[in-house]
């Protein structure tokens, strides 16, 4: 029979070890997300309460609390609402683990995740053009190691779709009948550990091949390096993709006026691979989506496209309308 209860800085440590890491194998980028919520809320109930970490206790994360912790969110760091949500979500997943370990706090609990998520609109999701695509490769001097690295980069992200840390990810060793070009795939490891394969264009198969030659690159190599000789990190490709960007929209302005980053690529690959008439479960398997609930949003986002276009043809024919509902159903309608 137990003795004690575990503390809150005891079932948090479980939640991160045993539940994120050891069973649901989250990836890294989520566990720092998770991580700096509960940085940002030991320091949140430090400033406003006085509550160091070593006596905050799972009655801290109570409804009170936590709407008082949106609104720290909201003016004094200032953040949006979808970064206050994203930061609301990972406690909620944190009550959600206390009430099934330890039942008793169930009460706290039940009424913590009561607090609502905060509305707001969501973008239109932006992909990139073949043309915006072809300009971006045309900036890329292929005659200089980081102009060939940087092609190959964006041959990869906008052909398979995958992201940007499961590309960084790449060794020589994760590449498949790489001598067949039309039959060349990549292994990829996902969210969860998981591994699937994508197929590469003949094209893009054929640049990589030169690409690993020229380099010298052998199986247990990775792909991308920077000019040091190092790995290159997320941030690094994030400023080589903005230069790109710069430099192209001198001859496309049209992506001056987008915000494109690494995820922007697959985002464009499942838009290619939607409007080019796959279907959405296999587009789901091509990305890596444990869910098709994820893949829908693509289909949102060409409705929303295809409404765009709609609006900027016109409309036709006559929109008149002369039917009008009796003074009861309008009272009726004002009583809903």
């Not at 949106?70 to 200032?78: D, F, G, Q, T, W």
């Not at 279907?279 to 098709?292: C, E, P, Q, V, Y």
Request: hydrophobic share 35%; with cysteine; aromatic share 10%.
């Amino acid at each position: 029979m137990r003795t004690e209860i575990p503390t809150f800085q005891k079932l948090l440590q479980n939640f991160f070890l045993q539940r994120l890491i050891q069973h649901r194998k989250v990836s890294g980028e989520t566990i720092n997300s998770y991580r700096d919520t509960f940085r940002i809320y030991l320091n949140y109930l430090s400033e406003v309460y006085s509550i160091e970490p070593m006596s905050i206790e799972i009655v801290h994360l109570n409804l009170e609390y936590l709407q008082g912790f949106c609104r720290y969110l909201e003016e004094k760091r200032n953040n949006k609402a979808v970064t206050i949500n994203n930061r609301l979500s990972a406690i909620k997943s944190f009550l959600h683990y206390v009430s099934e370990m330890e039942p008793e706090y169930s009460e706290i609990i039940k009424k913590a995740l009561m607090i609502p998520f905060q509305k707001h609109e969501e973008p239109v999701m932006g992909f990139i053009t073949k043309d915006e695509f072809n300009a971006m490769l045309n900036v890329c001097d292929t005659s200089t190691f980081l102009g060939s690295r940087d092609k190959l980069m964006l041959l990869i992200l906008y052909n398979s779709g995958a992201r940007i840390s499961e590309i960084l990810a790449l060794k020589c060793s994760d590449l498949k009948d790489i001598d067949i070009p039309g039959r060349t795939s990549l292994r990829i490891l996902g969210k969860g550990r998981k591994e699937r394969l994508v197929p590469l264009w003949k094209t893009t198969s054929r640049y990589l091949k030169k690409y690993i030659i020229t380099n010298d690159l052998k199986d247990n190599d990775s792909l991308f390096y920077n000019k040091n000789g190092d790995k290159l990190t997320r941030s690094g490709a994030r400023f080589r993709i903005s230069k790109i960007v710069e430099q192209a929209a001198i001859s496309m302005p049209s992506l001056g006026e987008k915000n494109i980053t690494p995820h922007s690529f697959r985002h464009s690959t499942a838009m290619n691979l939607l409007q080019s008439g796959v279907d959405i479960s296999t587009i789901a398997i091509w990305l890596g989506h444990s869910s098709i609930e994820t893949t829908h949003k693509y289909m949102v986002a060409d409705m929303e496209n295809k409404r765009k276009a709609m609006e900027k043809v016109g409309s036709f024919g006559n929109a008149s309308y002369k039917y009008k509902p009796s003074a009861d159903l309008l009272s009726f309608l004002n009583s809903l």
